[in-house]
């Protein structure tokens, strides 16, 4: 069967358990364009370095309606965050929320499945900007996500509240029964004055492939503040496409750090759509690969309105046969009149047989603006290494102090104190084991 014949199939199926309502239609019209567009390939010039039909060449089986893994206590341990004791905890287990194993642990936020929330309370919210970041992913594989949206949740952070401690957000994938295709979705809305932590961490259980198509949503209002972070070190076996899509709607700061540490094929989307005069967002990346990992780091940062300031600064380090890619865009409207948007992307091989393809791209339509970007491929510090071995520390941990340095101007961008240390952590043990 083909995989436009298979995914037929799995739609069909879904069809008997879908209301007959907005988010219904909004299925139907995604289907079609998945069909119209398919799978990206090299000819499309966004995937031109990124190849992931070869994911599809086998069979995923698709969750049932309702999470109903069960995970012991040992499971949920492995899976756990430092810190996990005092966050709020959202499970999706096969892209499907799971309320059992999820806990709300702050008074400022309140979770709903993203039908429900469409129909009643938040139903303006929802028509208004559930979607909206199709406008920049014009490719089958979000379309893929949004025809099957299940087990989707709205999470709202209400007016004038901060989070008390971050909310973790778990995306496990459980591939003990066979190979796993996971596409979770959610709608994040937080309200004017509020803020709020958000942590995303991908883990997968058991020895089969799988696959995670995500699609996060986030809408940022007048004086509000998020500080979102994404942490990927699951096993070669995993690929994954995550797409974030940031809107600040009113006058806000949003802070975003991703860390990328392992995993087969992982794609990540990042779109901030600077709506509101003097918004402000900051985003940071490292990633690290080695053997024949591809990481691919997408990001959108759309310049609407004037007086904006925009950061972004992403790093990595490639060993083996690995490669990577950096593709900024940085947008600049013809009304976005002084803007600051500043770019930087820095890499270093530590083999010949890793590249990076790095293209940091700016597109200026106003001309009262301060706008840079820039990249740099290099090696290990050959002076700083000859320095530290000339004091008698060996070339092994020599390597590793430079590239823990190398790194660490990014990792100091988790605030979370038990985050960051939980991240230093994983790439100290990962340098000083010399996986790369």
């Not at 756990?80 to 905890?89: D, I, K, M, Q, T």
Request: proline letters at 3%; one cysteine or more.
């Amino acid at each position: 069967m083909n995989t436009s014949a298979y995914f037929k199939e799995q739609f069909d199926l879904l069809r008997p358990m879908q209301k007959d309502n907005t988010l219904s239609l909004v299925r139907e019209k995604a289907f079609d364009t998945f069909n119209r567009l398919g799978i990206p390939n090299a000819r499309n010039e966004e995937w031109k370095y990124t190849h992931i039909g070869g994911l599809f060449n086998k069979e995923y089986q698709f969750p049932q309606h309702k999470a109903t893994t069960p995970l012991s206590i040992a499971e949920l341990a492995a899976i756990r965050l430092p810190g996990h004791e005092n966050a709020s905890e959202l499970f999706f287990i096969n892209g499907l929320f799971s309320a059992p194993h999820s806990a709300i642990r702050s008074a400022s936020l309140e979770i709903l499945p993203l039908e429900e929330a469409g129909q009643h309370a938040y139903s303006s919210i929802v028509s208004k900007y559930f979607g909206g970041s199709s406008n920049y992913q014009k490719d089958g594989i979000h379309a893929l996500n949004t025809a099957f949206i299940q087990g989707a949740v709205f999470i709202h952070v209400k007016k004038s509240q901060s989070s008390d401690h971050p909310v973790y957000i778990y995306n496990i994938s459980d591939t003990r029964p066979g190979n796993i295709l996971s596409q979770p979705r959610s709608l994040l809305y937080i309200s004017e004055q509020a803020q709020v932590q958000v942590v995303e961490n991908y883990t997968t259980l058991g020895l089969n492939e799988s696959f995670t198509n995500q699609v996060m949503e986030i809408i940022v209002e007048k004086d509000a503040m998020l500080e979102y972070y994404k942490i990927q070190n699951d096993s070669s076996a995993n690929s994954q496409v995550s797409t974030t899509h940031i809107h600040q709607v009113g006058k806000s700061y949003v802070h975003t750090v991703t860390i990328s540490l392992n995993g087969g094929i992982v794609r990540n989307n990042l779109h901030a759509v600077m709506d509101a005069e003097h918004a402000e967002a900051h985003a940071y990346g490292l990633y690290l690969q080695n053997g024949h990992g591809h990481l691919d780091n997408h990001t959108v940062v759309d310049h609407i309105k004037p007086n904006c300031f925009s950061n972004e600064f992403y790093k990595g380090i490639l060993d083996g046969h690995s490669t990577g890619v950096f593709n900024g865009k940085i947008f600049v409207r013809p009304q976005a009149q002084k803007t600051n948007a500043f770019q930087s992307n820095k890499n270093i091989l530590l083999s010949g047989t890793a590249s990076i393809n790095s293209k940091p791209q700016l597109e200026i339509f106003a001309d009262d603006v301060k706008c840079s970007h820039g990249c740099t491929v290099g090696r290990l510090d050959d002076e700083g290494l000859f320095y530290l071995q000339s004091r008698g520390i060996s070339e092994k941990i020599a390597r590793s102090l430079l590239l823990q340095a190398f790194g660490k101007d990014i990792i100091a961008q988790v605030k979370p104190e038990p985050v960051r240390a939980y991240v230093d952590a994983l790439i100290s043990e990962r340098l000083q084991l010399n996986l790369l």
